[in-house]
């Protein structure tokens, strides 16, 4: 069964950088799928941030592109999301999750979330 | 890119069906054969429950629908339950590898 676990600091100051990890079990990110992060400010829909692979192509939204890097590390088996010069618009549940097999548009496995709130 | 257009809430009593729209433009929904469907229940994470337009992942009962006609998709659900309610969200490619999520429409049961 896959499963992903968002995990890192609930609380950013503004204008520094939010870091946040998620760790992949159940299922080796080297065997395949882009993964990706999404977020979703309280009580708000759902965006996009960016989809990476396991040989690190990229993909963000055009939107947060100049703020935002995705990254993997194999040998975790992890991802990890950095978002750059943040402000209290950035506060949500950051979510990682895998999308599925041959597609680059629907998320199969999603973590839990982990909230991000951004205040000094 | 903006986000797709979902009403902001539909209901029905048990057992009968409703069906929520999405619309886009021809650059996103109309061009697309990638059109997915999530439900979220308070505090959860999302679940997928379709996929590239009509396709159901396993497990995930057929009273949940799934079609596209021009720039609007639409999931409907049959048999409404209790347990559906929920806010059910769609999300289509607008570009090569760019997910766009539409705004969300929650169901409620009467």
């Known amino acids: 069964q896959v499963q992903l676990q968002e995990s890192g600091p609930g609380l950013v100051k503004p204008s520094e950088t939010l870091s946040l990890t998620c760790t992949v079990s159940?299922?080796?990110?080297?065997?395949?799928?882009?993964w990706g992060w999404i977020r979703q400010p309280p009580g708000e829909g759902l965006e996009w941030i960016g989809s990476i692979n396991y040989s690190g192509s990229t993909y963000y939204n055009p939107f947060l592109k100049s703020r935002v890097t995705i990254s993997v590390d194999m040998s975790k088996n992890q991802l990890s999301l950095k978002l750059t010069s943040v402000a209290a618009a950035d506060r949500a549940v950051y979510y990682c999750?895998?999308?599925?097999?041959?597609?680059?548009?629907?998320?199969?496995?999603w973590g839990q979330g982990s909230l991000v709130t951004v205040s000094s | 890119q903006s986000a797709l257009t979902q009403p902001r809430s539909v209901s029905g009593s048990p057992g009968q069906s409703v069906t929520i729209s999405c619309t886009g433009t021809?650059?996103?929904?109309?061009?697309?054969?990638?059109v997915s469907w999530y439900q979220q229940r308070p505090g959860k994470a999302p679940k997928l429950i379709i996929y590239d337009v009509t396709e159901r992942p396993s497990g995930v009962p057929d009273r949940f629908s799934g079609s596209k006609s021009g720039n609007t998709a639409s999931l409907t659900i049959s048999g409404l339950q209790a347990d559906d309610e929920a806010t059910y969200y769609c999300c289509s490619s607008a570009g090569i590898y760019t997910p766009v999520f539409g705004g969300g429409t929650k169901v409620t049961v009467l």
């Open positions: 021809r650059s996103d929904v109309g061009d697309s054969k990638y």
């Open positions: 999750a895998r999308l599925g097999a041959n597609s680059m548009v629907h998320f199969d496995y």
């Open positions: 159940g299922y080796f990110i080297s065997s395949g799928h882009y």
